[in-house]
């Protein structure tokens, strides 16, 4: 396939996005990796300890992100708590995760969003009962809104989003004076926060004629409130789909 080698810019955390860049490397594209975000624990355990040693108090467990998934079972197992919770799950990443710690998801949504999540659970299944919600800090209330008519969600904190700590490196000014040149032509984002980080790391930014891809419609939502123009979202909100959406922009608009 005859791309132009168009350069695309991956925006998520390190470790995060190259899978999804080998996608796009693969159809020919220039990749590089630019994190806008960083993906650590929380300073402090206590809250989420607590809710781990009442486990049985509640009937199921939400996820809607590995990286909730990967910091919460990982303190489980640091603790030596076994869970028996019904555990649900936004995305094929996200249980997939949960698989790799070796326990089975209860329920899946057919569309990877938390708000497909809230339509299609079955409220008899839930109505009166109680769930944990690990999540990060940064992640948006919708499941806990949309459900609390129905449940009580108990949420707590297991990660933390925060600005990557690479300002000052050369690859950094080296992106953004790539930027500034219209050297890039493509921008993808993952999240509402990763646009965020963007525009607080680049403020100057000016998209112009740089193609605008997001996984989603709440980073779309964020894309627009920033007044960016967004180009491309797939209709499965997964990274394979995005990668598939990308190929398919410039194969038509080459």
Same mark, same amino acid.
């Given at each position: +396939?005859n #791309?132009g080698? !168009?350069r695309?810019?991956?925006?998520?955390a390190?470790? $995060?996005?190259?899978?999804?860049g080998? %996608?796009l490397? =693969?159809a020919?594209?220039?990749?590089?990796?630019?994190?806008t975000?960083?993906?650590?624990?929380?300073?402090d355990? $206590?809250?989420?300890?607590?809710?781990?040693? &009442?486990?049985?108090?509640?009937?199921?467990? /939400?996820f809607?992100s590995a990286?909730?998934v990967?910091?919460?079972f990982?303190?489980?197992?640091?603790? !030596?708590?076994?869970?028996?919770?019904?555990?649900?799950a936004v995305g094929?990443?996200?249980? %997939? &995760?949960?698989?790799e710690?070796?326990?089975?998801?209860?329920?899946?949504?057919? #569309?990877?969003s938390?708000?497909?999540?809230?339509? $299609?659970?079955?409220?008899k299944?839930?109505k009166?009962?109680?769930f944990? /919600?690990?999540?990060?800090?940064?992640t +948006?209330?919708k499941l806990? %809104?949309?459900?609390k008519e129905? *449940?009580?969600?108990?949420?707590?904190?297991?990660? *933390?989003?925060?600005?990557?700590?690479?300002?000052?490196?050369?690859?950094?000014?080296?992106?953004?004076?790539?930027?500034k040149?219209?050297?890039?032509?493509c921008?993808?984002?993952?999240?509402? $926060?990763?646009?965020?980080?963007?525009m607080?790391m680049?403020?100057d930014?000016?998209?112009?004629?740089?193609?605008? *891809?997001v996984?989603?419609?709440? #980073?779309?939502?964020?894309?627009? %409130?920033?007044g960016?123009?967004?180009?491309? +979202?797939?209709?499965v909100?997964t990274?394979?789909?995005? *990668?598939?959406?990308?190929?398919?922009?410039?194969?038509? =608009?080459?």
């Amino acid at each position: +396939m005859n #791309t132009g080698k !168009k350069r695309i810019l991956v925006t998520r955390a390190i470790n $995060s996005g190259e899978e999804f860049g080998k %996608e796009l490397q =693969n159809a020919g594209y220039d990749v590089e990796y630019f994190p806008t975000i960083e993906i650590k624990p929380v300073d402090d355990y $206590s809250q989420v300890d607590k809710r781990i040693k &009442k486990l049985k108090q509640y009937d199921g467990i /939400f996820f809607t992100s590995a990286n909730a998934v990967n910091y919460f079972f990982k303190r489980c197992n640091e603790l !030596k708590v076994k869970v028996e919770n019904k555990i649900y799950a936004v995305g094929e990443k996200t249980k %997939e &995760k949960v698989e790799e710690f070796g326990y089975k998801v209860h329920f899946v949504p057919e #569309t990877y969003s938390a708000e497909q999540l809230i339509s $299609s659970l079955p409220l008899k299944e839930i109505k009166g009962k109680s769930f944990l /919600f690990p999540r990060g800090n940064l992640t +948006m209330k919708k499941l806990k %809104e949309g459900l609390k008519e129905y *449940a009580n969600i108990d949420e707590v904190e297991v990660y *933390a989003n925060s600005l990557p700590l690479n300002g000052n490196t050369v690859k950094f000014k080296k992106i953004v004076n790539s930027l500034k040149a219209k050297e890039v032509n493509c921008l993808t984002f993952f999240s509402p $926060s990763s646009i965020t980080n963007f525009m607080m790391m680049v403020p100057d930014f000016n998209q112009e004629d740089i193609i605008i *891809a997001v996984i989603g419609n709440t #980073t779309k939502t964020k894309a627009i %409130e920033y007044g960016l123009i967004v180009d491309i +979202m797939p209709v499965v909100s997964t990274a394979d789909s995005l *990668a598939e959406s990308i190929v398919k922009y410039f194969k038509k =608009n080459n």
